[in-house]
């Protein structure tokens, strides 16, 4: 059928957004949101109390200094509304109680820090928190980093950021959950309800803070803080749904983006800020700038000054400048001149108010100290532990070579088998080392130490000097298996740490090929902030466990894994890309006219070959077409066999619900998990519409020999898209539909939509 015959059925844009992250039959249900006039009487009234300098004072974030005599100051005169980067309690406490007792209105400050993948206690970075595909576990790890981080009196976290990220040169991928906008808004929610749990105002939670809005993901040439182009239909499919889920989750605080979009910065722009998150989600937490990003409208040729990106910001509705002075030198001077009217001013106050009052610190501002510094509890440890197993994606495992028997000899060896810091991954502030246990450490405790003979070869990833190379080889040499431990360092991925070189850096590729030519198997444990191009380590490793940096407990995480004491069930969040030029890679990209075909290599192409000799298809003559590695991709130890997908009826109508079903089960020997994932794929759109989209999975466990079926349920409201003029909907025609374990298998199953 062609739907172009048919009316599109069209939604409002509110009902339009809800449809996201509707599928997934184990998305977390979103946290009861915020009672919107509970506060409403006291905000008010605060608010009347206060002196215009007093309001615009609220709306300034500053970075600690500590107690320093000057900002003790600022604080008594009311001229700063929060805190970032202050984490000593006591600390904490003296501030507080400047604001609480010797201001004139007596506002709490609100403290601020990165806690992104955790305080003290350091989870997977979130990229591998997005392989667990477990959004119990994110949550859990967020609630945990919540009780760790107030417990010195932080009580809001910039995170989670849930930018979709389908470049893996852009370093900040490290901290996002990867591609897919479906996986994103499960997860983000998750982490959401984690740091915020039931009740916001109990003292051991922390604002959610979701960035970057938005777009941030798309920078052009996966460059940090670059332009994006992005169609407003693309945003409101690709980008905006995990901030919608979020936002209908409860999330307390937003983070404007760096970014401009078409040619806007998101920190002026009124229809994104205003029309879209205010008017159309409903949404009333408290937007903050990111660091200096008004002031930032100056370099990137929007503002002439800092005065005129005060006055952008404010009326497009960022409440508070972090780190940013904008405000607090101009937005006086902006009411008198009528450039910002007071009715902004106190619309913006408000929403910084709210927060403070659903942080319960009217209530209770200060840090108990004597339950303060609760860290690195056995639960959390357990806790991380179990989130770094699983996170661990299993790529390769050539003639069942892992799990490793425990009468091995075996040499571990690499830049990170010990590396107690680059294990944490980026944005690890507060990280204490000696907490962490690394890869070494961890097989001399489940081996034992006779069993293991160890020498790294290489210092750091980026180490190119060989001088003790050729001692760890001739080391290997001894032993019966090789587990080499490579990767990134942790300063190689993160904000503003973009590569363009996917691969290994530093002498890494040339010592793998010496370990490979002493014949022994080889292991390759990769550990990284990224996507990487891995193509010399699949050649040259008869098994590859890919490990997003794991955090405190990656080393007995790995162990584990390696010893088969745990099977591995990460699946990848991101497509690992056949060569570094092919970025941005993603899963659910267009078809195109001519998708590939008859894929012809560049050194297979004869001398003087004719122009269209090679098939005129969309592929690279050096690395054809799609991923080494799909999205959605993770081996075990054992198999699994996915059934026929079952549907409950072969057609629906706009309105209605159809089933999809299909038996699993486990035809290995060992337990273990497998991430059932549900994809779905509109033949026909008044829009070109992608290959797949990912409408839900479940991820389930099954004893050897078991079958389970697993049921997703997808309305047609699921299938909407946004049209070129921005409304939602649900176009009539054919679809096709999988239940697989990765994007790139399983067989389609035909259905329409009347
Ligand atoms: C800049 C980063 O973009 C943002 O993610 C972070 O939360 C702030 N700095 C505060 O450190």
Redesign the pocket.
């Known amino acids: 059928m062609n739907k172009k015959l048919f009316p599109a059925i069209a939604f409002g844009l509110l009902g339009a957004l809800l449809a996201v992250g509707a599928v997934s039959a184990c998305s977390s249900s979103a946290a009861e949101a915020p009672d919107k006039s509970r506060y409403d009487v006291q905000v008010e009234e605060l608010l009347a109390k206060m002196t215009l300098d007093e309001k615009i004072g609220q709306l300034n974030q500053l970075t600690g200094v500590g107690c320093a005599p000057d900002r003790l100051e600022e604080i008594r005169n009311g001229a700063v509304g929060s805190i970032?980067n202050e984490i000593d309690p006591d600390t904490v406490n003296a501030l507080q109680r400047e604001a609480v007792e010797n201001s004139r209105l007596g506002i709490p400050l609100i403290i601020a820090r990165?806690v992104i993948h955790g305080f003290k206690t350091i989870f997977p970075i979130p990229l591998g928190q997005a392989a667990t595909w477990n959004p119990a576990i994110v949550e859990e790890g967020a609630r945990i980093a919540a009780d760790e981080a107030s417990s010195v009196g932080v009580r809001w976290t910039?995170s989670p950021?849930v930018d979709v990220s389908r470049d893996a040169r852009w370093g900040r991928i490290a901290e996002s959950f990867g591609e897919d906008p479906h996986l994103a808004s499960v997860l983000g929610v998750a982490m959401v309800k984690g740091y915020q749990g039931e009740d916001l105002a109990k003292p051991n939670t922390m604002a959610a803070?979701v960035?970057?809005f938005v777009g941030y993901g798309a920078s052009e040439a996966g460059k940090d803080y670059n332009t994006t182009w992005i169609p407003e239909p693309h945003l409101r499919d690709v980008y905006l749904p995990p901030f919608k889920a979020c936002a209908d989750a409860g999330a307390a605080t937003f983070?404007c983006s760096?970014n401009d979009i078409n040619g806007m910065p998101t920190n002026a722009d009124r229809h994104l800020l205003r029309d879209i998150l205010r008017d159309e989600w409903g949404w009333d937490g408290l937007m903050c700038s990111?660091?200096s990003s008004i002031q930032q409208m100056i370099p990137q040729g929007y503002s002439p000054d800092l005065k005129h990106a005060a006055e952008a910001a404010a009326n497009a509705g960022v409440d508070m400048d972090?780190q940013g002075f904008a405000y607090i030198a101009h937005l006086k001077e902006l009411v008198q001149e009528g450039k910002v009217s007071e009715k902004t001013i106190d619309g913006l106050v408000r929403n910084v108010l709210r927060t403070k009052f659903r942080l319960g610190l009217f209530d209770n501002p200060y840090v108990d100290i004597p339950t303060s510094r609760r860290f690195f509890a056995p639960a959390s440890l357990e806790a991380a532990r179990k989130a770094a197993e699983e996170s661990a994606v299993l790529l390769k495992n050539a003639n069942s070579i892992l799990p490793l028997r425990d009468n091995l000899k075996i040499a571990v060896t690499g830049p990170l088998m010990d590396a107690k810091h680059d294990q944490n991954g980026t944005w690890v502030f507060d990280l204490e080392k000696d907490s962490t246990v690394t890869v070494l450490e961890a097989m001399r405790e489940m081996y034992g130490p006779d069993r293991i003979i160890a020498a790294p070869g290489l210092s750091f990833s980026r180490e190119k000097n060989p001088a003790a190379v050729a001692a760890a080889v001739a080391k290997a040499r001894q032993a019966d298996v090789i587990l080499f431990v490579c990767g990134e360092e942790a300063v190689l991925s993160g904000?503003a740490h973009c590569r363009t070189d996917l691969t290994l850096p530093g002498g890494q590729k040339d010592m793998l090929r010496q370990l490979r030519a002493t014949g022994k198997p080889v292991v390759s444990v990769v550990m990284t902030g990224r996507p990487m191009e891995i193509n010399d380590i699949v050649e040259n490793s008869d098994a590859i466990l890919y490990v997003f940096h794991p955090g405190t407990m990656g080393g007995p995480a790995i162990a584990n894994l390696i010893s088969g004491k745990v099977n591995p069930s990460g699946h990848l969040p991101v497509c690992l890309p056949r060569a570094s030029a092919q970025q941005p890679l993603y899963y659910s990209h267009k078809n195109t006219g001519r998708p590939a075909e008859g894929i012809t290599y560049i050194d297979d192409i004869p001398l003087e070959a004719g122009q269209t000799s090679t098939g005129c298809t969309s592929f690279y003559l050096d690395a054809g077409d799609g991923a080494l590695y799909p999205f959605g991709f993770g081996l075990s130890y054992t198999d699994f066999s996915y059934g026929p997908v079952v549907l409950s009826a072969d057609r629906m109508g706009a309105d209605g619900t159809l089933t999809a079903s299909c038996e699993i089960e486990n035809t290995g020997k060992l337990k273990g998990a497998t991430v059932a994932q549900l994809y779905v794929r509109d033949l026909v759109g008044t829009l070109c519409r992608p290959v797949k989209e990912l409408k839900g999975f479940e991820k389930i466990t099954l004893e050897p020999g078991e079958k389970r079926t697993v049921t997703f349920t997808l309305r047609a409201s699921d299938l909407a898209y946004h049209l070129a003029d921005n409304t939602l909907a649900v176009e009539p025609g054919d679809f096709r539909l999988w239940i697989a374990p990765d994007s790139a298998s399983g067989d389609p199953k035909e259905f329409a939509v009347d």
């Open positions: 970032l990165d910039f950021m803070c960035k970057h983070m760096f990111d660091w972090m904000e």
